[in-house]
């Protein structure tokens, strides 16, 4: 092995991870560790629960998937093992494709389960038996209803945004999923923020839980952050201004409500901007080419609400603009997420209008920092950097109709039943039956731990 090789690998090879994942992550060109991932994966690996809190954008996803592969790998047993929550669809997707980018010199399956489009495919997938699902709680819980889905083997559960969880009145759905697993299993929950309704779920749910606490709700270091004082119609045109600024090359522009979000994006396409909306008012496949044209750089302006954007992992986001200040100081942290992410610079602009001053100061005390005050610019938008722009990007489909899809509906708040948040109908699946991890030196104790019901 050549130096530089070993350089290269030195920073995984600590955690012993099976030969078909440490390959992965190889070629996926991770070198060394995130903190976020040397925090995780060593508690993961050695069967504890663990409490991630983790700003977006730290590779958070890998620092679950990967050991969740290698526990998979070490001791092959019908699936599904691994049950991966996510709020929503685009993350879902997102979590699929990491598992399979890190899955690819191995044949653990993975399948997603979303609303907005057929079950069919999902079902025929789930017959297939899969190693790990990637779900959205409200398509899982269908499932489950008509029963099929079997998860009484799942071994490891992880929630992830599980404060995106309860804003979109998820937790009841998940709480009602939770209680479906075996009592005895591994739980990992991620958030980026830990609002009351997380530490009571985190209470319930986690054992002894490692906490991985990373930088708590503070964005990252490289993302510059700045406040223009404005309102009304003038917003559009700064916002044309901010798109053509030196060093732009792609945007999320957040609204607070769907409409608006329909509205700006169809405004900026007349003004022969690229850009697209994400809203739940779309359908499924409407918002697949939404993402999928952004992803690709067919558009370079997203305008989205807050329900679509979460989890979004689009590398080279220079900029992310709140048109609208956000309801809440989480909802800030989530949403500048999208940029900065890989600790590449960003910029992440707020317009201010008079009346939402006081949820500026919010967001200021909750991310300790004073955001800086930006003179409104001389408003010329630079024709020239737009037009060229538009010469090196692809033609652009027509958008077809939006009808609110069943992710959105599900999304609003849901009956609330009583549970315990765990436990509870499962097989009482031992994790004893595993072999132990001691071929690389490390136990299964933890994993094997006999977990009593009580709130679990
Ligand atoms: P996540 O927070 O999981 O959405 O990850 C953010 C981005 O970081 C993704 O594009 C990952 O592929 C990437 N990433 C995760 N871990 C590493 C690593 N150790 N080195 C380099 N890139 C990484």
């Known amino acids: 092995m050549s130096e530089s090789t070993s350089r290269k690998k030195s920073g995984f090879l600590e955690f012993d991870l099976h030969p078909k994942v440490q390959r992965a992550i190889d070629e996926a060109g991770f070198e060394e560790p995130r903190p976020i991932q040397a925090a995780c994966i060593p508690a993961v690996l050695e069967g504890d629960d663990v409490l991630g809190l983790a700003q977006t954008g730290t ?7 990967a050991p969740i592969l290698d526990i998979l790998l070490d001791d092959p047993l019908p699936g599904p093992r691994a049950l991966i929550l996510s709020p929503t669809r685009e993350l879902a997707m997102q979590i699929h494709k990491d598992v399979e ?19 069919d495919r999902q079902v025929t997938a789930l017959r297939g038996k899969p190693d790990i699902i990637v779900a959205c709680p409200g398509r899982l819980l269908d499932l489950m209803e ?43 929950l991620f958030s980026a923020t830990m609002p009351r309704e997380i530490r009571g779920l985190a209470d319930q749910l986690l054992h002894k839980p490692h906490v991985a606490e990373l930088a708590h709700s503070s964005p990252a270091d490289t993302i510059e952050h700045a406040v223009f004082a404005i309102s ?10 901010v798109l053509s600024e030196e060093g732009f090359k792609s945007a999320i522009v957040f609204c607070n409500q769907k409409f608006r979000a329909k509205r700006l994006a169809e405004q900026l396409s ?38 679509a954007a979460r989890g979004i992992d689009v590398d080279h986001i220079s900029h992310v603009i709140n048109f609208d200040v956000p309801t809440t100081p989480d909802a800030y942290t989530h949403r500048i997420g999208r940029t900065g992410r890989s600790e590449r610079d960003g910029k992440a602009y707020t317009f201010v209008a008079a009346a939402d001053f006081m949820a500026l100061k919010l967001i200021e005390m909750k991310i300790k920092q004073k955001i800086e005050r930006r003179e409104i610019p001389k408003m010329e938008v630079r024709e020239e950097a737009i037009a060229k722009a ?67």
């Open 59 to 65: 590779g958070k996803t890998a620092a679950f998937v």
């Open 101 to 119: 980018t890190l899955a690819k010199f191995s044949d653990v399956k993975s399948t997603t389960i979303y609303g907005g489009v057929k079950q």
């Open 146 to 188: 008509q029963g099929h889905v079997d998860l009484s083997r799942i071994e490891i559960l992880v929630l992830d945004e599980a404060d995106h969880m309860f804003d979109i009145g998820f937790l009841p759905s998940v709480r009602r999923i939770i209680k479906e697993l075996p009592k005895d299993r591994q739980n990992l």
């Open 232 to 241: 009304g119609p003038k917003k559009t045109e700064l916002l044309r201004w």
């Open 270 to 307: 007349r003004w022969g901007h690229h850009a697209v909306a994400l809203q739940g008012n779309m359908t499924q496949g409407q918002r697949d080419r939404a993402m999928n044209g952004f992803r690709n750089g067919r558009y370079d302006v997203l305008v989205a609400t807050d329900v």
């Open 390 to 456: 538009d010469a090196a990007r692809p033609k652009r489909d027509p958008e077809p109709e939006p009808r609110m899809d069943e992710e959105e509906r599900r999304s609003r708040p849901q009956r609330r039943r009583r549970s315990s948040g765990g436990g509870g109908g499962g097989r009482g699946h031992s994790s004893s039956g595993r072999p132990g991890r001691s071929s690389s030196g490390r136990s299964s104790s933890g994993r094997g731990r006999g977990r009593s019901s009580s709130g679990r």
